[in-house]
Every structure is written in C-alpha cells, then in structure tokens.
C-alpha cells in the first residue's frame, strides 16, 4: 500500500509539472505510476461507472460521443480524450480521477482503450462495460492480423468474466464472436440490410468460418466484411440484434431502432455508413446503463463526429472537408475511399496521408498500399486527385495500377503546392484525406486551400 501512495503522489506531482508546462495531453505521468507500482491500475480508486470502447477503427469518434453523453448529463468523468489509449493512458485517466488519499471524485471513466493492450489493464481496472466497434485488418507495425487481435481482446473478457458486459457488433462475423465461452453477458447492436450497394474489397478481412473453416456467405454487406453473414456448413451467423437498426435514411440523418419489440427513432451524427455502427453502438451501450431513448436521442441531436476526425469550410458553394483516413490501416483507408467514391457530388481529392514516422525511418513500410482498395477511386465523380508529400510518387504508382487514368492524378512533392491545383469550377466538394498523426496539417492544407479559392475570387 506504501509503495502504491508513493507512485501516486509521485505521479500526481509529475502530472501537475506537465500540465503548468503546456503539457497536459502526456502520459508520462501515468507511465511513472505503473513503473513504481505494477498493480497502480488494480489499486487506484474507481468510480461508480466505467466504460472501455475499443476496436480496430471508430473507437475514437465512440468514446467522445460517450464522454460528451455523460458529461451532458452532468456526470463528472475522466477520460483520455487526446486517445492515450495503453496502459500509461489508463492510469492518468484514473489518477486524475482521484485525490491525494485516493478517494474518487468523479462520477465516471471513459476509456478508450487499444485492443492490443486491452488484456493487461482491463483485467486490473474491471470496466463495467467494454464496447467493441469492430475487429478490421490493421497496420502491419501496430496490431497485425485480426486472429492475434481478436485473442488479445478475448483473454481480456475472459479473465473479467461475469463482472463486465460486452457491447459487440452483431454484423461483424471476427468480433461478434467475442466472449462466447467467458460467462460475460454480451449485448448485440447490428444493422438490417440499407441497401448500401457495397463495392467489392480486395482484401477479406475474414476468409472461412472461425469455428468450422467453412465458407462465408453473406446476405448482405454494409462495407468490406461487415453485413449479414452465414456459414453454409455450420451454424455460425449473424447473432440475434439486441438493438437493430430496422431502418436508416442517411440523407435525413435518422435511423429507427428496435428493441424489445418497440422502435425509436435516433439522429445520426455522420452520413456515413461506419458512423451508423458508431452511432448505434452508443444507443446500445446508454439503452444497456438504463438512459431513456428520448434522451438519448435529444443528445444525439446535438452532436457530430469529433473535429479531429471529420471538419467541413463551406465557401462560395463549395464544401471543403479534412477527414481522417488512417494510412498503413487497409481497412480504414479503403472504408474511407469507398464513402467518398459513393459520396454523389463531384469532387477533387487530396492526398495528405503519410504518418509523421514514415520520414524517420530509413525504409518505409508500402504494403499497405498494395492491400488498400484504391481501386474504389476510380469512381468518376472524382474528377482530380492531388497527392503531395514525401511519399507522392508511391501513391501515384498505386493510383495507376488501380487504372485511374493518368490525366486524373496531380503529383507534387511540396504540400505547399497543393492549393494551387484544386479545381473551384464544376465540383461541389474538396476532400483533403489526412492521416491521423496530422490531424493540424490536414486542416491547414484544407484552410490554405480555400484561402487560394478566396484569393482565385479578388477577395
């Protein structure tokens, strides 16, 4: 207990530091907590609620809507909103939930939580309620293939057992199989068929059936692997919905929830089909916690994807958005272009999507390239696509190997000189696709883009 108020306290003071630095979004504190005591997570006190969200992508956008929903409700929580999401981040979350003696003075934690390190902290912190959004094909230098995700998140339900719920995606044949045989209670949210038409993926982030190595069928997809499953030589399928979304109107911005038996109608925070599942999951979790439907959704109304993820400038009818599309991630970065493929309006495109540690590295990883569906570009209402930065050549290879005509891609090195090749005649929107280390850099280039329209303007 000594050595546990020592981490504490020295934790504290190393928090305070950083925080009158300018320094607050680090968690060196927490790391400094975990090394003078191990069990610092297990030990430090918790709040009366504690959610974790994880999953391969949308686990971001989830626990802000999660954090936004009980802070709305006038709920003092802690969370890791800059996405410190191992182990160091868990433990300044929860340290800054508590005073000097360890007494909680919060109401709630939000974390979100990495899937890879899921299985060492969350046995210690003991979360009322994980929700998974999803189990996806990640990069090669994070998370690898799904089987060896999937085992790390499992052996943390299975060592929580009973005392945590599980929020899973009941589409999503990799996850949905989670905590089968653990005694957790596990709650399904899933999506009838909207119709979304999906274009067919190159990669299969699941290949042959988890329990019998069969073949999986579907009646329909959402995107990529995420639909209406089935094996043809066993019983592995889609699991009863908890809460089904029985309808979805994405231009309206609603989708009609059923559960139990009654349907409510629920605003949407995105038109796009992975921020439904992100959307659903939060109604599934809060419905879980006992929140009425009609406060879920007057909250719901309220809010939009996390600046971080999603911006928009309108200027002189033109939308210009900075979206994130997480490069090296095949799944997300394919799930990306397919919405902006389908996205009806004309558009050009940029580029911005090399991570901060490709320039450090002396060889740089470029398969993902090659595993990414760039071939979903090759819609015709994008009419240009304009790549810079150190990697501009790489992608104009993939590009062309996707059989986007030549006279469609625009290539400069200099990021800087990307303004001056976006088109303002004859298109509706500009989409800058930004990787999430750049999260400034991708709204900069967005900004300096329409300053060049302004400027294009006389004004």
Not at 55 to 64: I, M, P, R
Not at 362 to 387: A, H, Q, R
Request: glycine share 6%; net charge negative.
């Amino acid at each position: 207990m000594i050595r546990f108020y020592i981490a504490l306290w020295a934790a504290k003071l190393a928090d305070l530091i950083l925080t009158l630095r300018g320094g607050r979004q680090n968690d060196r504190a927490g790391y400094i907590a975990n090394r003078l005591c191990p069990d610092f997570m297990a030990r430090v006190s918790k709040p009366g609620l504690v959610i974790a969200v994880t999953g391969t992508n949308g686990k971001t956008t989830t626990s802000a809507l999660v954090n936004n929903m009980l802070t709305s409700r006038g709920y003092k929580v802690s969370f890791n909103e800059w996405g410190a999401n191992i182990n160091a981040g868990y433990s300044i979350n929860l340290l800054r939930g508590v005073n000097l003696f360890n007494k909680c003075r919060v109401d709630a934690s939000v974390l979100e939580a990495d899937e890879k390190s899921l299985c060492e902290g969350m046995p210690m912190i003991r979360p009322d309620y994980i929700l998974v959004t999803n189990i996806c094909k990640d990069s090669l230098r994070r998370n690898g293939h799904t089987e060896y995700i999937f085992d790390r998140i499992n052996r943390a339900f299975a060592a929580l057992g009973d005392r945590t719920v599980a929020i899973l995606n009941a589409n999503d044949p990799i996850s949905s199989e989670l905590a089968r045989d653990t005694g957790t209670r596990r709650v399904f949210y899933g999506l009838e068929d909207i119709h979304a038409d999906p274009f067919e993926n190159r990669v299969k982030d699941i290949a042959v059936c988890p329990r019998c190595g069969g073949e999986i069928r579907y009646h329909y997809r959402h995107y990529r692997h995420i639909g209406d499953f089935y094996c043809a030589d066993c019983d592995f399928r889609t699991p009863p919905m908890d809460y089904r979304a029985a309808r979805v109107d994405l231009a309206a911005g609603a989708m009609t929830v059923e559960e139990a038996g009654e349907e409510c109608s629920y605003p949407l925070i995105s038109d796009s089909v992975f921020n439904v599942f992100n959307t659903l999951s939060v109604v599934a979790l809060f419905r879980q916690i006992g929140i009425s439907s009609r406060e879920i959704a007057d909250f719901l109304a309220t809010q939009k994807v996390p600046r971080i993820r999603e911006s928009v400038v309108e200027y002189d009818g033109i939308q210009y958005y900075a979206y994130a599309a997480k490069s090296q991630n095949v799944s997300a970065a394919s799930t990306v272009f397919e919405y902006v493929a389908k996205e009806p309006s004309d558009k050009d495109v940029v580029f911005c999507m090399d991570e901060a540690q490709d320039r450090n590295h002396p060889t740089e990883t470029i398969s993902w390239l090659y595993e990414t569906d760039y071939e979903f570009l090759k819609s015709p209402n994008i009419k240009k696509i304009i790549v810079g930065g150190h990697m501009y050549l790489n992608h104009k290879l993939r590009l062309l190997l996707a059989g986007i005509e030549p006279e469609r891609i625009v290539c400069v090195e200099d990021e800087a000189e990307v303004p001056k090749y976006v088109d303002t005649e004859g298109i509706r929107r500009v989409y800058v696709l930004y990787e999430t280390d750049f999260v400034t850099k991708g709204q900069n280039l967005r900004d300096a883009i329409v300053e060049r329209a302004k400027e294009c303007k006389g004004l």
